[in-house]
């Protein structure tokens, strides 16, 4: 079996493949090539934490992938010094049922998680996008600026935190790291974040929303990756009603995403009003952004196909580069 550490994952699974994955898994997903149960979850009462299961099996032109991520989510990990999320993944050959490879899962999840908004950004923002509006800065919103740099020339960054302490930390650890531009700025307000942004990232575990919709300019295109709990709301309802909605998987987004259920749930727009999958979207079985006014939305709340197809990717790197170890299993 082969271990990889989280730097190792990190060296074996570069954003733009990462994102080139992710397109392919939707695509997976939307056209039923894929199996991917619900993630089945496990509350720990005693801590407030979350242990969550998901397994997946891809047919895809890649190859087969099997394999299932086991994601724990512990608010109380940080003042132990730990990180909040602890996941591992799990890569099976797919013909023998054979353990292949323990991958670190919480520097996984943060690449794939990236990539799945990096490759919404490719497929619906404006080509010219330039000002990026970053809310969260923990190791998601590290890839998703990653991912938005990846496929868009982006001048600008804009991070609001509710720590300000820790944004202008993040800030100055991010300038000018790989396609990331130098100047990144630490928005006072979420105002001064969104009002000239062309691509805003939603990154947070916010019970309400992080900015005001009349802030949002025509034409921008969110990414919301936060709000994985029916309770959690990152964007506002507002503009949902006048964005074309995407996301990763129906059945999961209206069963987990705040975001759609909650005013859903009000009664300000019904389950028809989501555009489709954005694997429908890769498959050419909808249309993407129609106008340069238009608003686009994308929302993700991380399905195991991700998790495999992102696997498989980081073994075939680490088998060529030589990246990892092998034990006896």
Known sequence: MLILTAEDVRRALPMNQAIDAMKKAYASLSNGTAVVPLRTRLPIPDSEALSLFMPAFVNSQAGN???????????????????????????????????????????????????????????????????????????????????????????????????????????????????????????????????????????????????????????????????????????????????????DSRAASLEEAGDLIQPIHTGLFDESHIHGELGELVLGKISGRQSQEEITYFKSVGIAVQDAMAAQVALKNAHRLNIGTEVDF
């Open 65 to 247: 992938a099997l394999a299932i991520k086991v994601v724990s989510l512990f608010p109380s990990n940080p003042a132990r010094g730990l990180a909040f999320i602890q996941a591992a993944v799990l890569v099976l050959d797919p013909e023998t049922g054979r353990a292949l490879a323990l991958l670190e899962g919480s520097s996984l999840t943060a690449i794939r998680t990236g990539a799945a908004s990096g490759a919404a950004i490719d497929l619906l923002a404006r080509e010219e996008s330039k000002v990026l509006a970053v809310f969260g800065a923990g190791a998601q919103g590290r890839t998703q600026i990653e991912a938005a740099c990846t496929t868009r020339k982006i001048e600008t960054v804009y991070i609001f935190d509710s720590n300000p302490e820790k944004a202008g930390s993040f800030a100055k650890a991010m300038r000018g790291q790989g396609p990331i531009p130098e100047d990144i700025r630490v928005a006072s307000n979420a105002q001064e974040a969104v009002e000239t942004a062309d691509i805003i990232c939603a990154a947070t575990t916010s019970k309400k929303p992080v900015f005001d919709d009349k802030y949002v300019k025509p034409g921008t295109h969110i990414s919301a990756v936060g709000s994985y709990t029916p309770e959690m709301q990152e964007v506002p309802a507002e503009i949902l009603q006048r964005a074309k909605i995407f996301v």
